[in-house]
């Protein structure tokens, strides 16, 4: 009989480190999933935590965090790739900011007139499609000029024009 004694001992004592994951409260625990979030209105019990302040910590955080992990559980699920993810609800809790919020800068005069009459800033293309050379080259600027002289390549030479003139030369 000493033997199914140890046995049982044993058993409780194993039983004891694992608690249940139900939790009784006096108040019902606000669970924001959300946030992942759970607010206790509850009394905190002084008495308690100036006899063992650690273990009246742990015990409180755990029936705590027992509550959000099952408010979590209950949240639909799906399958992704592989991993089973839920389907997390938007927060319920406003949370307040660091700072205000930011306020937008007046607008000047110039953008005062130019909202009244409907002028927009017309933005001008640095490059176009030229259908001849079959690349982009800029709308601007000496690369421009270059690209023009490319497109030009074969110049006509007038019947009346000097056999010693480069004609190509002067043709730009």
């Known amino acids: 009989m000493d ?3 140890e046995v049982l001992q044993k ?17 019902e625990v606000t669970v924001d999933v959300g946030h992942l979030m759970a607010t206790d209105p509850n009394y ?16 409180l955080t755990r029936d705590n965090t027992q ?20 389907k997390m609800p938007a927060p319920k ?3 307040p900011r660091a700072r205000k919020l930011p306020v937008p800068k007046p607008l000047t005069k110039w953008e005062e007139i130019a909202k009244a009459k409907g002028i927009k800033k017309r933005v001008r293309d640095k490059k176009v499609y030229d259908e001849v050379l079959d690349k982009w080259v800029p709308t601007y600027g000496y690369q421009r000029f270059k690209a023009e002289k490319e497109k030009d390549w074969v110049v006509e030479v007038p019947q ?7 004609e190509a030369i002067f043709a730009h």
Not at 11 to 27: A, G, R, S
Not at 44 to 59: A, R, S, W
């Open 160 to 166: 009346n024009a000097e056999p010693n003139k480069d």
């Open 3 to 5: 033997i199914v004694q």
């Open 44 to 59: 905190f019990d002084d008495d308690l935590f100036k006899k063992d302040q650690e273990q009246y910590l742990m015990d």
């Open 93 to 95: 809790t406003a949370l």
């Open 11 to 27: 058993q409780k004592k194993d039983l004891e480190k694992y608690k249940p994951i139900t939790v009784e409260k006096h108040l």
């Open 67 to 86: 509550l959000l992990i099952n408010a979590v559980w209950e949240l639909p699920t799906e399958r992704e790739e592989e991993a089973v993810v839920a």
